[in-house]
């Protein structure tokens, strides 16, 4: 079993539809990363947080340390939201608390 | 645009050969850690330099090395290149040791023939 687990994998939405995706870790962590890729390959990073609820524009990642599980909500979806969206963690396991492990990440298609 | 620049864009090379990737980290940044990401694996995490000294090692494998320049930039030196090696690499920074927001480059595509 993947220390980080996504779902769904793949998801479809029409413009404006409220997304959710979501991720749940299984090992204890000090924080958690939501990614963004498009289909050029980059990498952005959307949010780094360790506990309760972050928003930055139409993006809003909540966290639940206890349940070991964080969502990532997009409202009034637009198709330039397509994407991989890409949740990590970083782990405390292993003496090292600066590793960050991946989910397999979510595709994200919004059609007009 | 984070900052991050990474040289060269592509890279196509052979079995057997030996590359250097290039990372230079966002202005004031003092950590840089390097990602693989592959068809089969995803994103993983290779390795990471924190002023010049190596701090984390992931899934980094014995052909592959790294270091961390006075200067701050970053070399990932890839060497007996399998055709399993061709991923998209990926060069990060960060301000402080690890508990920081990680800024990612464009990323070095590599292709093994």
């Known amino acids: 079993k993947n220390e980080v687990e996504q779902s769904p994998q793949n998801l479809t939405a029409q413009e404006g539809e409220f997304i959710t995706i979501n991720c749940s870790y299984s090992?204890?962590?000090?924080?958690l990363h939501w990614l963004q890729q498009h289909p050029g390959g980059g990498i952005v990073s959307l949010f780094m947080?360790?506990?309760g609820k972050k928003k930055h524009g139409r993006l809003i990642a909540t966290i639940n340390i206890q349940e070991k599980h964080s969502s990532l909500h997009i409202t009034a979806s637009h198709p330039r939201d397509s994407a991989v969206y890409i949740c990590a963690v970083r782990s405390l396991s292993g003496g090292s608390n600066y590793k960050l492990t991946f989910g397999k990440g979510t595709l994200l298609t919004v059609n007009p | 645009d984070s900052g991050v620049t990474q040289t060269p864009k592509h890279l196509i090379t052979a079995t057997g050969q030996r590359v250097t990737l290039r990372c230079s980290p966002r202005?004031?940044?003092?950590?840089v850690y390097w990602y693989q990401q592959s068809l089969d694996q995803g994103l993983q995490f290779l390795i990471q330099?924190?002023?010049?000294?190596?701090?984390a090692k992931g899934n980094i494998l014995e052909r592959f090395s790294a270091q961390q320049f006075p200067d701050l930039h970053s070399e990932l030196n890839l060497s007996s290149l399998e055709l399993g090696d061709s991923a998209l690499y990926f060069c990060?920074?960060?301000?402080?040791?690890?508990?920081?927001?990680?800024?990612f480059g464009p990323g070095t595509r590599l292709t093994v023939l």
């Open positions: 330099y924190y002023n010049g000294e190596e701090r």
């Open positions: 090992v204890g962590i000090s924080a």
């Open positions: 202005s004031g940044d003092l950590s």
């Open positions: 990060a920074s960060s301000a402080g040791q690890g508990r920081n927001e990680q800024f």
């Open positions: 947080l360790s506990s």
